[in-house]
């Protein structure tokens, strides 16, 4: 089997594709955090959107999302920490950082990811980047997908 690229390990069966493609309830704010990474890997957009919070939802760009997960490759993620996020809890944090590369350019995307549960179900909410420099040898447009990861293009975003 093959493992998951969330890094946790585990076989991709085991893991992440559990929620991905059988849809089961990520547990905790963590495992949805892996889970869309994944789902990022394998460009699986409905499922980014999906796990979405609809009350953020309409901030964010399908067509964003699904053009960096497409013009990406993803290299690993690694979860810095978490506060709260488990499954008695309501919302949680994860912090992480995510390389990939885009255009020839390499960047290292580390946020701060807010998360919600409703109706037993979590969702990702919102997110900060952490000021943190990003390799990038290129010069990002106005009209590219903004490197912060939030699905908008950099001139509604960054820029």
Known sequence: MAKCPCGSGNDYKKCCAQYIKDG???PTAEALMRARYTAYVQKEVDYIIDTHDSETRKDVS???VEEWAKDS?????????????EED??????????EYKQDGTKFRHHEHSEF??????WFFHDSRMINEP???E???GRNDPCPCGSGKKYK????
Do not use: H, M, P
Request: contains cysteine; aromatic residues 6%; glycine residues 12%.
């Open 24 to 26: 089961k309830n990520a």
């Open 62 to 64: 399908r067509e964003s």
């Open 73 to 85: 490759k993803w290299f690993g993620l690694e979860i810095l920490k978490t506060a709260r996020g």
């Open 89 to 98: 809890d309501k919302n949680g944090v994860v912090e992480f950082i995510a």
């Open 116 to 121: 919600v549960k409703k109706k037993g179900k």
């Open 134 to 136: 990003i390799k990038n």
């Open 138 to 140: 290129n010069k990002v």
């Open 156 to 159: 509604k975003c960054c820029g």
